[in-house]
């Protein structure tokens, strides 16, 4: 349901829905960056450059095993994205 009770998934909302996602995205990757800075050195995020979205080793490789759901559960915790995308990412890896 909308936020005015509506749940019409067909309307037009000027590409807000797309702009949301993206901006969700980038926090995500600025969390993450922001983790491991407190950690160790102030290094980016592991980035796949066929998916340009931060991307651990372990996730990586649960992908690359097969384990998608694992790899999705994973990637979920370590950046916060939704499932759609976390899901999207590790089709990609695959």
């Known amino acids: 349901m909308g936020i005015f009770g509506r749940s019409d998934d067909d309307v037009d909302d000027g590409g807000l829905r797309r702009r949301v996602?993206?901006?969700e995205?980038?926090?995500a990757a600025l969390e993450w960056a922001?983790?491991?800075?407190?950690?160790?050195?102030?290094?980016a995020p592991p980035v796949d450059d066929a998916v340009h979205e931060p991307v651990s080793a372990e996730v990586r490789?649960?992908?690359?095993?097969?384990?998608k759901i694992e790899a999705i559960k994973v990637l979920r915790e370590?950046?916060?994205?939704?499932?759609?995308?976390?899901?999207?990412?590790?089709?990609?890896l695959a």
């Open 21 to 23: 996602e993206e901006l």
């Open 25 to 27: 995205r980038r926090v």
């Open 34 to 43: 922001l983790r491991g800075a407190a950690g160790r050195s102030a290094a």
């Open 61 to 67: 490789q649960l992908a690359l095993l097969g384990k």
């Open 78 to 92: 370590q950046t916060g994205l939704g499932l759609k995308e976390c899901k999207d990412i590790v089709d990609r």
